[in-house]
T-cell receptor, first 113, second 110 residues
């Protein structure tokens, strides 16, 4: 099993550029989420989805869009990148909202210059 | 929103020493989780706690779900070099979202 796969692993963007961070899981998990990790701040929830066609905002959603057209995929879109979005991004999935064991991808390190 | 305070933020210990870290919250959680993150990797689950007062072990790791449901601790006994990394606590309340602590960075001197 591949688990949770994130691409790319590294990315440099110029301010104002757009891009999509990809996340895919092959465990048939209903619940998927995106976090950003900044030094000294732990992991903060950006957006999450409890199933295909359903998404909701987390703690820090501004500047990010998500969609969930399939159970497997949960892409994160930056419409107009800003330096404040420089961070490490993690995608996570879990079987259901009551089963809290979340599996994480390896992360995408994004730098916005 | 819900917040977790994790302490200490960093630890520098000698190989073989025991380690203790904890998380506290102003809110009640139904579940406490402890994760470890190695450099360049995503967090990996170490221990999950589902009941107040629960004490669970995973090898040299022991974690407890506080009786008030507002805190949890993680102990590592007889530390070894591969224990180096960042440890995160996470709590889940009624909203089903996971809230993470700021992390404890563990450094071990051989």
């Amino acid at each position: 099993n591949a688990g949770v796969t994130q691409t790319p692993k590294f990315q440099v963007l110029k301010t104002g550029q757009s891009m999509t961070l990809q996340c895919a899981q092959d465990m048939n998990h209903e619940y998927m989420s995106w976090y950003r990790q900044d030094p000294g701040m732990g992991l903060r929830l950006i957006h999450y989805s409890v199933g295909a066609g359903i998404t909701d905002q987390g703690e820090v959603p501004n500047g990010y869009n998500v969609s969930r057209s399939t159970t497997e995929d949960f892409p994160l879109r930056l419409l107009s990148a800003a330096p404040s979005q420089t961070s490490v991004y993690f995608c996570a999935s879990r079987y259901g909202t009551l089963n809290t064991e979340a599996f994480f991808g390896q992360g995408t390190r994004l730098t916005v210059v | 929103g819900q917040q977790l305070n994790q302490s200490p933020q960093s630890m520098f210990i000698q190989e073989g020493e025991d380690v203790s870290m904890n998380c506290t919250s102003s809110s009640i959680f139904n579940t406490w989780l402890w994760y470890k993150q190695d450099p360049g990797e995503g967090p990996v689950l170490l221990i999950a706690l589902y009941k107040a007062g629960e004490l669970t072990s995973n090898g040299r790791l022991t974690a407890q779900f506080g009786i008030t449901r507002k805190d949890s601790f993680l102990n590592i006994s007889a530390s070894i070099p591969s224990d180096v990394g960042i440890y995160f606590c996470a709590g889940q309340g009624g909203a089903q979202k996971l809230v993470f602590g700021q992390g404890t960075r563990l450094t071990i001197n051989p």
